[in-house]
Each structure stands twice: as structure tokens, then as C-alpha cells.
């Protein structure tokens, strides 16, 4: 069984959608649990469920894990993040940094520590992060590029405790993906297509293939890495 954090919609939905098209049973573990519902209901295959999920309540963690967890957890797929509106660093205060490292770097955190005693009772299993080009390049947006950072970290470190159980720990960073992020913005996601050497912006499924490769025994001698998949954006910043 994989487990996917913010399934309900863009790239989570994606990898949701990719994985049991492969044969997956998917958990779909969204904030958005009426959303999360639908998107269960649609996945291609049997045996899918939604749960309700907010990564940054541990109670709510817990009990997302506890629910799922006695089904046989085999991956878990860190998707729940993004990023918010705030001001230049000097007027960005306290508050919007506890809430970006909270959502995306703790929030990886708790699912990684409640899932890890159920993938270690299976033969092998995997964890993927989504991160972000903001980890590995400046463009701004402190807070979030900071969280996405440490998650970059938090991949290496657990890929090595987790090595010898027979626990991968990987993570993709995406560039710009067209999802719902975009849509409040000028021209949309697009607009940032002159950065990409491949001529566009991403699709969720541009993310959701590498979430399934590393996520899948192709990749069973991979682990502590974090690809990016950006359409060569990080070749030239
Ligand atoms: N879209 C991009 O250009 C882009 C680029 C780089 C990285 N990312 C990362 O990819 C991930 C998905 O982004 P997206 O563009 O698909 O966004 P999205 O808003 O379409 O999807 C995010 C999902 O996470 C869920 N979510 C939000 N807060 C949550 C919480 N506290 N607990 C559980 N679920 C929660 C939302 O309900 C939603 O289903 C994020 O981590 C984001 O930082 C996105």
C-alpha cells in the first residue's frame, strides 16, 4: 500500500493517480478530505482509500497512520506543501516562518516518524519527498525555500538511518508545475516557461513519473537523493 500526502489535488493527485495505474493501492491523505474522497473514488484499480490528513496537527497524523497503517505500508509519498504571500525578508516575521517550516519541513517530519514503524515491517519499502528548485537556488521566498531546504537533509540523513532496515529515502524537487498554485498569477505558470531549456513548465505527471520510479524496485539502489525535475532550470541557476 502507498500512502500520499496532499493527494487530493495537483502533483499529489498526479503521483495518487500514477501509482495504481502501476498496481498500487493508494491511501489519498488530504487536508481536503471531501476532495481526497473524489479523487479515491476516480484512481484507476481496487483497494484505494481516502483519509483525512493535516500534517501539521500531530494528533492528526497519528491518527491518519494508525487507521492505514495495519494495511501494510510500503511507501509513503510526502507531497502536502507550498508556499505563501508574504513581504521582503526584513518585514517577513516569525509567524509566516514557523508556518512554512511547519507545513513543509515538520510536517514531512511527522509522516516520515509515524510511517517508519509500519514500512519496517515490510522487505523493503520507500519513502519519496517532494521538495523544490527553491532548496537547491535563490529565488526567493525565504521561508519556504529555507523548509524545502531542510527537507533535502532530512532525505539524506534518513536514507542513512533507514539503510539498513531496508528503508529507502528519496526526494524529487520540481520546478514550475501547472497546478492550481499558478492560477491567481498573471499569466499563469507559463509565464515562467523562457527559464525552462525544455520550452515549457512541468505537468504533474512530469513529477509523478519520478515519484514511481523511485518509489518502485526500479530504483532499489537508489537512496539519499533528491532529483531534480525541472526541465533543465537548474543547468543555468
Ligand atoms: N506547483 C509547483 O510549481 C511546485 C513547484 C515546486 C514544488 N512544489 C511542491 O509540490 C507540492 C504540491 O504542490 P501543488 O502545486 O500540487 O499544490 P496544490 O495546492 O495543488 O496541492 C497541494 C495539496 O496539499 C494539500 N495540503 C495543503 N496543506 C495541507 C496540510 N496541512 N495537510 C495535508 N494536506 C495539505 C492541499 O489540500 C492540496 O491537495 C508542494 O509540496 C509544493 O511545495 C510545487
Known amino acids: 500500500m502507498v500512502l500520499v500526502t496532499g493527494a487530493a489535488h495537483g502533483i499529489g493527485r498526479a503521483c495518487a493517480g500514477r501509482l495504481a495505474a502501476e498496481g498500487a493501492r493508494v491511501v489519498v491523505a488530504d487536508l481536503d478530505g471531501g476532495e481526497a474522497n473524489e479523487v479515491a473514488l476516480r484512481l484507476p484499480g481496487d483497494g484505494h482509500r481516502a483519509v483525512a490528513l493535516d500534517v501539521t496537527k500531530p494528533e492528526s497524523v497519528d491518527e491518519a497512520f494508525q487507521t492505514v497503517g495495519g494495511e501494510g505500508l510500503d511507501v509513503l509519498v510526502n507531497v502536502a506543501g507550498g508556499d505563501t504571500q508574504h513581504g521582503s525578508f526584513e518585514d517577513t516575521g516569525d509567524e509566516v516562518w514557523h508556518q512554512m517550516i511547519q507545513l513543509n519541513l515538520i510536517g ?3 509522516c516520515c516518524r509515524a510511517a517508519i514503524p509500519h514500512l519496517r515491517r515490510r522487505s523493503r519499502a520507500a519513502i519519496v519527498n517532494v521538495g523544490s528548485i527553491n532548496a537547491h537556488t535563490s529565488l526567493g521566498s525565504e521561508p519556504y525555500s529555507a523548509a ?16 539498513p532496515g531496508h528503508i529507502r529515502v528519496n526526494g524529487v524537487a520540481p ?3 501547472r497546478t492550481r498554485v499558478w492560477d491567481d498569477q498573471e499569466g499563469g505558470a507559463d509565464r515562467l516557461q523562457p527559464l525552462y531549456p525544455l520550452g515549457r513548465v512541468g505537468e504533474p505527471d512530469d513529477i509523478a513519473a519520478a515519484v514511481a520510479f523511485l518509489a518502485s524496485d526500479d530504483a532499489a539502489w537508489i537512496t539519499g537523493h533528491t532529483l531534480p525535475v525541472d526541465g533543465g532550470f537548474l543547468t543555468n541557476h
Do not use: D, E, Q, Y
Open 148 to 163: 524545502k531546504a531542510g527537507v533535502v537533509s532530512l532525505t539524506t540523513n534518513l536514507a542513512l538511518s533507514l539503510g
Open 108 to 110: 514531512v517530519v511527522r
Open 175 to 177: 520546478g514550475t508545475i
